[in-house]
C-alpha cells in the first residue's frame, strides 16, 4: 500500500517535497515512480528510481528542478520540486513495482502494479 503527501498550494518558483510511504516489510525490492495528471489529460511520467536508489531518470521537462530519491530503511520515497511552475499544477500519484534488478526504473504506467491516491500541487503564477 502506497501513501503520497506533501502537496499543496505554492507560488511560481516555490519548492515542495512529495513523500511516498509504503507498507509492508519489501520495500527495497520495488522500484518506484512518480506520475502526474491534470484534467481531461491522460497520467503522465514524471521520475523514476531504481530499487537500488542509484538511477533516476526525469521527464525532459522537469530535469534540472525535480530530484527523486529513497530511504529504504524507511520506506519511503520523495520527490523534492524546486523552481515550480504553474505548468506543475496536478495531482501527483507515485506507483511502485517489485523489481528483480537493482538497476532498473520503469516509465510506464502500465509497468507498475501498485498505485498511491494522489496529492494536489497546485502552482499559482
Known amino acids: 500500500q502506497l501513501q503520497a503527501s506533501g502537496g499543496g498550494l505554492v507560488q511560481a518558483g516555490d519548492s515542495l517535497r512529495l513523500s511516498c510511504a509504503a507498507s509492508?516489510?519489501?520495500?527495497?525490492?520495488?522500484?518506484v515512480g512518480w506520475f502526474r495528471q491534470t484534467p481531461g489529460k491522460e497520467r503522465e511520467f514524471v521520475a523514476a528510481?531504481?530499487?537500488?536508489?542509484?538511477?533516476?531518470y526525469y521527464v525532459d521537462s522537469v530535469k534540472g528542478r525535480f530530484a527523486i530519491s529513497r530511504d529504504n530503511a524507511k520506506s519511503t520515497v520523495y520527490l523534492q520540486m524546486n523552481s515550480l511552475k504553474p505548468e506543475d499544477t496536478a495531482v501527483y500519484y507515485c506507483?511502485?513495482?517489485?523489481?528483480?534488478?537493482?538497476?532498473?526504473?520503469?516509465?510506464?504506467?502500465?509497468?507498475?502494479?501498485?498505485w498511491g491516491q494522489g496529492t494536489l500541487v497546485t502552482v499559482s503564477s
Open positions: 506507483a511502485a513495482r517489485s523489481s528483480s534488478i537493482s538497476t532498473y526504473y520503469y516509465t510506464g504506467r502500465s509497468d507498475y502494479d501498485y
Open positions: 509492508g516489510r519489501t520495500f527495497s525490492s520495488y522500484a
Open positions: 528510481i531504481a530499487r537500488s536508489g542509484a538511477w533516476t
